[in-house]
């Protein structure tokens, strides 16, 4: 059975990107430095050299994402078990 988890901890968002191959990442065309960007996990393996994706440090990614007041929604595994990479970013409560 599948389903979604939801936090703003900054170390269980880590760990769960870093457990799945990902990066932080904004959206390129969207990195301003008064806005910070729209953030992304971004999955180097799974991508191709054409991302429209710019990695970024932890730290800028998560003081964006701690001044847009969101919460990390993100899945473990996938209804038939495997391992899943679904998450989405959403505002906080």
Do not use: C
Not at 37 to 45: A, E, Y
Not at 58 to 78: A, C, I, N, P
Request: glycine fraction near 6%.
């Amino acid at each position: 059975m599948s389903g979604s988890k939801q936090t703003h901890n900054h170390a269980t968002i880590k760990a769960w990107a870093e457990k799945h191959g990902g990066v932080p990442a904004v959206v390129a065309d969207t990195a301003k430095k008064s806005e910070g960007g729209v953030l992304r996990i971004h999955f180097p393996k799974h991508s191709d050299n054409k991302s429209d994706l710019k990695e970024t440090d932890w730290d800028t990614f998560f003081k964006t994402f701690d001044e847009h007041k969101l919460d990390f929604l993100y899945q473990e595994k996938k209804a038939d078990g495997e391992e899943s990479t679904f998450h989405k970013f959403v505002a906080r409560d």
